[in-house]
């Protein structure tokens, strides 16, 4: 070893002697060249270790995927935190990407068993109103008041159901069956009526889906669901891991997006929601997608900051893509009942809200808030949640809707 070092100096000494370096301090010389190439050598080393453990630590695949550099895919920015980091991860195939299982009967486009447990607690106190062909008396119209009310309907859309119901038969007498079928038929007309507002037309480029609400609705695991929903048809879809905020919330968004077969672009935590935004946005364009959903953190509607934060976003994506977001979707938790029907109306007074998802309907009796939200609000609701699973996603259908939640049968 030492005859080996003695070589090498002997060697830098030689090479000192021919660059005219004084005899006197071509030892030294020696020396320092020696030492200087072996931390070198070190750093080079640990750096290339660090970046071999960092590519894997993200990897979202075992199969691997494509990573594009920040600089690659964006010509300039112009958003003032550039990121560190930043990942364009390539989906796997959507035949590998969704589990057999939940693969299996696609998207079930039914939301029966998502209103069972409106369902059920409505049904069963409508039982005693309409059973038979009985003559429906003021006092069960006051009756009908007091069930829908604790059905989660809200105060001013149940009164103004019942009013409407009893003025389209005043002066007439009618039996439970009209009002029965009457009910039905108003609440879906109440539905319909927003349910047909077109989101924002598409001028070019990708369509931008922009996901907003407090924190733990389910926004997330909705993105995974839409995106799934949207590959389904066809449509190459990428994600952008807005939540910032949160630890782990892109690693979640990442796994959604490996299973629904998506793209995605996340930075590091702590960055920049907007600047986010904006790679994802080039992405999209550069990769010629056919839809970007936004992923945002949690935020409370109350607090204003957040809620320029929200706008901030918005302005970024209309700037890179003209009339983006052209959809601004509302996730809220229907077990939180007429809190939800609260948080509509802040973000809708806060930023533009054009539609509605409705989540964990699955778990809780209160989903007739969803008439709340499209009579008092005018939003419509595009979904319904009906559990956790990638396929429990279910377009939301105004006559569907209708019928389950009253379904006759179990009216005795
Ligand atoms: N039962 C049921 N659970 C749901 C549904 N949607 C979401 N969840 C659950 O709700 C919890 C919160 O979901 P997330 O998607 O993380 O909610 P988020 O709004 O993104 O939360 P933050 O990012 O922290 O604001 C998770 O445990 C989900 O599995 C649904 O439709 N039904
Ligand atoms: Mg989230």
Redesign the pocket.
Known sequence: MESYLNLILDFLQNILARLGVAEATRPLGAMLILYLAITLLILLLVLILWWSVWRKSYSPSKKGSLRVETDELIAESDVDTKPAGLEVEEATPLSEAVPAAEAGGGLVKSIRS?VEKTRAALVGRLESLFKGEQIFTPELFEELEEVLMTSDFGMATTVSLVTTLEQSFAGREVTSADVYLALKAEIARRIKMVACMQPRPIQSGPEVIMVV?????????????LASHYREEGKSVILAAG?TF?AA?AE?LSIWAERAGADIVRHSEGGDPAAVTFDAAKAAIARKSDLLIV?T???LHTKTNLMEELKKVRRVLDREIPGAPHQTLL?V?ATTGQNALVQAKMFQEAVQVDGIVL?????TAKGGVIVAICSELEIPVRF?????GLS??RPFDADEFAEALFEKDEVA
């Not at 609400?213 to 669901?225: A, F, L, P, Q």
């Not at 989540?359 to 778990?363: A, S």
């Open positions: 998502g609400g407090v924190n733990g609705v389910g926004k997330t695991t909705t993105i995974g669901k939540d949160r919330a979640q992923d953190a949690g935020r996730v938790d989540t964990k309907l699955d778990g319904v949640g009906v559990g956790e429990d996603l």
